[in-house]
């Protein structure tokens, strides 16, 4: 199982200094909190994207994750979200793809629809085409990882004529890609469809519709022949403040809490703690809470948390991740090896997805000559294969 951390890149006053962090502290700041999960031995840094304030979340996220590719050494990378719904399918392809070199296979991305509605007028799109262009954004995006020369037709964008997509995905293996929403059967759905990932944000709603939302996409995954719905791939979000005494943690955390634009202003903590996943208090109560999760969804493959919100200072998110890396993580390693069946899957990574499919190929693609219209000499695919190390 992979645990890690995922970040929405929320620029916050902190409550209890009245300090606003400028854009490149939060920035670097971001940088730093990915260099410690590896260092504390997580698997996983996912990024949001965002397009407006308050967020310094990058607008591409293949530009942060290619410089923690070039600063990390094992850690996946990843994004939290992806704006499948706005962004053109054709780029997508093709940042993601180059990532894939970069970070050496260290990387997947899970798509969603966001939660910023006046996202879609400014890239030309209507809000309430935000499931069609799901599925029709990720229908071209899986085929132009897929199929070398493309031609297709939609609704949403302009139609391509033998296109491909360059550069062609690392081994001839397309990212791996996780479907993300909170509340959508649609996506679910889609995930199923595919044979892809399936991830419950898990941060606001209550257990009762994370678990409805899971069972749907397992369900759905077997009927279309993927396995059987216990061997579907599903990640968990979630969102903790530890402090070792549970007392300190809630005295700590409660101003952010109080003032987060995200929760505040509504149910206490207690309330808010005690109806959704949000788990404030000691190691241990994280640990018990966490293990809970696969009371509802069964066992599963990823489960990150949200740390640095709501204002939170860079060293206290430091310190909250020496607390998962030391007293958290170890112990659900543990136990959740222990529960899970031979025949459930672990996590997809590059090296494990590459077994399954017989090996890495070349799958550079050549283009024809412009001056003499001759096509240049065939690559050997058995001495090109990529030898570079895996490291996810």
């Known amino acids: ?55 310094a979340a990058p607008a591409s996220p ?3 994750l290619a410089h923690l590719a070039a600063v990390t050494e094992r850690l996946v990378l990843s994004t939290s979200t992806t704006l499948i719904t706005t962004n053109d399918p054709v780029r997508l392809a093709q940042d993601y793809a180059y990532l894939q070199h970069v970070s050496n296979g260290r990387m997947d991305l899970m798509l969603g629809r966001g939660n910023t509605g006046p996202v879609y007028p400014w890239f030309g799109k209507d809000i309430r085409d935000g499931i069609p262009l799901a599925i029709e954004n990720y229908a071209l995006l899986h085929r132009l990882w897929r199929e070398d020369v493309v031609d297709w037709q939609g609704k949403y964008r302009t139609p391509l004529q033998g296109f491909t997509s360059t550069p062609r995905p690392l081994d001839g293996l397309a990212p791996f890609v996780w479907h993300g929403s909170i509340r959508s059967p649609e996506i679910a759905e889609q995930a199923a ?31 279309y022949g993927h396995g059987g719905a216990d061997q579907a791939i599903v990640g968990l979000g979630g969102q903790v403040f530890m402090r070792r005494n549970s007392q300190d943690a809630v005295r700590e955390f409660r101003p952010y809490f109080d003032s987060a634009p995200v929760y505040g202003h509504g149910p206490s903590l207690e309330e808010f703690s005690s109806q959704t996943p949000l788990t404030v208090g000691s190691p241990q109560e994280v640990i018990e809470r966490t293990l809970g999760f696969r009371d509802y969804v069964g066992d599963y493959q990823r489960q990150l948390w949200l740390l640095d919100h709501a204002g939170l200072p860079l060293k206290t998110v430091l310190e909250q991740l020496d607390l998962l890396g030391e007293e958290v993580v170890p112990v659900l390693r543990k136990e959740f090896a222990a529960l899970k069946p031979a025949h459930v899957p672990d996590a997809p990574t590059h090296a494990s997805r590459l077994a399954a499919a017989g090996g890495a190929h070349d799958a550079t693609v050549h283009g024809v000559d412009d001056v003499t219209g001759a096509s240049p000499e065939p690559i050997d695919t058995a001495s090109s294969t990529s030898t570079l190390e895996v490291t996810a």
């Open 62 to 64: 293949p530009v942060l």
């Open 193 to 223: 469809y595919y044979g892809d990932g399936f991830f419950s944000n898990h941060i606001f709603w209550p257990a009762s519709h994370t678990k409805q939302m899971v069972q749907l996409y397992r369900r759905r995954f077997e009927h």
């Open 1 to 55: 199982m992979q645990f890690g951390i995922f970040t929405v890149g929320d620029v916050t006053t902190d409550p209890t200094t009245g300090r606003t962090p400028t854009e490149h502290e939060r920035i670097k700041a971001t940088i730093a909190i990915a260099k410690k999960a590896e260092e504390v031995g997580l698997d996983v840094f996912a990024t949001g994207e965002h397009h407006n304030p308050p967020f």
